[in-house]
């Protein structure tokens, strides 16, 4: 049990709509960083949130931006999709005292058509 | 291009017996090493990590080698059970990164019984 929630579970969506992914980490949670995991290959990372301000971000375009909120929850927002954006989308968490140390919730698996 | 790699996509081995995964990187800024463990459905959870300044760190049946001249390290399980099977991940951290993570391709490990 690591703490962090991700919903929806599964997601489908057509090639140009708009989505929104959601992430619930626990309190102390203050850093919460998004990966993007393609079929066959490790997670890549998206960006990272520290107390609600982006605090660093793979190489992914401007349609990929995210929120934090005061209550350890977060968000990734995607516009224009295209097909390769299918994939797993993973939050992670982690404290302050354990840095590196990420927390993963079980990911949304969203699939453009 | 790929800073992390992990040239063995799938592993079997006997109950029992020694796993060893492998993990190869080019960036000499890394400083943390961490390996993560991934049943199907589930996020990737944290199992071992290792800093720069040691070569090697145990924890119960897993031990992580780093060889900083070679920029490889492995993940040792010993005895492997049936429940290590899962997909294996690699992954660094650097300053120069803003801490985040990159990640490897992943391995499979299969224990059979």
């Known amino acids: 049990e690591t703490g962090v929630t991700q919903s929806p579970t599964h997601l489908i969506k057509t090639r140009g709509q708009q989505v929104t992914l959601r992430c619930s980490s626990q309190?102390?949670?203050?850093?919460v960083s998004w990966y993007q995991q393609a079929l066959g290959q490790g997670p890549q990372f998206i960006f990272q949130?520290?107390?609600?301000?982006?605090?660093g971000r793979g190489n992914f375009p401007p349609r990929f931006s995210g929120l934090q909120f005061p209550n350890y929850s977060s968000e990734l927002n995607v516009n224009a999709l295209e097909l390769d954006d299918s994939a797993l989308y993973l939050c992670?968490?982690?404290?302050?005292?354990?840095?590196?140390?990420?927390?993963f919730g079980p990911g949304t698996r969203l699939t453009v058509l | 291009d790929q800073q992390v790699k992990q040239n063995s996509p799938s592993l079997s081995v006997q109950e029992g017996r020694i796993s060893i995964l492998n993990c190869d990187y080019t960036?000499?800024?890394?400083?943390?090493f961490l390996w993560y463990k991934k049943y199907p459905a589930e996020g990737p959870t944290f199992l071992i990590s290792i800093s720069s300044i040691k070569d090697k760190n145990e924890d119960g049946r897993f031990t992580v080698f780093l060889n900083k001249s070679a920029k490889h390290l492995s993940l040792h399980i010993v005895p492997s059970q049936p429940g290590d099977s899962a997909v294996y991940f690699c992954?660094?951290?650097?300053?120069?990164?803003?801490?985040?993570?990159?990640f490897g391709g992943g391995t499979r490990l299969m224990v059979k019984p």
């Open positions: 992670a968490g982690e404290m302050d005292s354990l840095v590196d140390t990420q927390y």
């Open positions: 949130y520290y107390r609600e301000e982006e605090n």
């Open positions: 309190s102390g949670h203050n850093t």
């Open positions: 992954a660094a951290s650097g300053e120069d990164a803003g801490n985040m993570l990159t």
């Open positions: 960036n000499s800024m890394f400083d943390y």
